[in-house]
């Protein structure tokens, strides 16, 4: 059974950092595409980042360009996303995605996703 799990999430300040984690199991992604989406109160889920099964591409939302940073690590079949420089309007669940079969892409929609993490919350406060 394919899984998916988010962990990193919580509380932090606004001007904070956090850095949230995926770790797939039950196959390898290491050929595949990753990102990371989020779905604020009373909003539909957004595109965050994306990264290649390489990590020699990646895509970022124009909000969060220059603070969030995504990476991978195949090894350990695990994602990143380290977010710095944090707002209220970062405010959000975030959830991790996975493509199915092998990309040489890093695709922001969401659509081009096959598997789904149950999602981390992040709240920034004021």
């Known amino acids: 059974q394919v899984q998916l799990v988010e962990s990193g999430g919580g509380l932090v300040q606004v001007g904070g950092s956090l850095r949230l984690s995926c770790v797939a199991s039950?196959?390898?992604?290491?050929?595949?595409?990753m990102g990371w989406f989020r779905q604020a109160p009373g909003k539909e889920r957004e595109f965050v980042a994306a990264i290649s099964w390489s990590g020699g591409i990646t895509h970022y939302a124009d909000s969060v360009k220059g603070r969030f940073t995504i990476s991978r690590d195949n090894a350990k079949n695990t994602e990143y996303l380290q977010m710095n420089s944090l707002n209220s309007e970062d405010t959000a669940v975030y959830y991790c995605a996975a493509d199915r079969e092998y990309s040489a892409i890093a695709p922001i929609n969401s659509d081009e996703y096959d598997y789904w993490g149950q999602g981390t919350q992040v709240t920034v406060s004021s």
């Open positions: 039950g196959r390898t992604f290491a050929t595949c595409a």
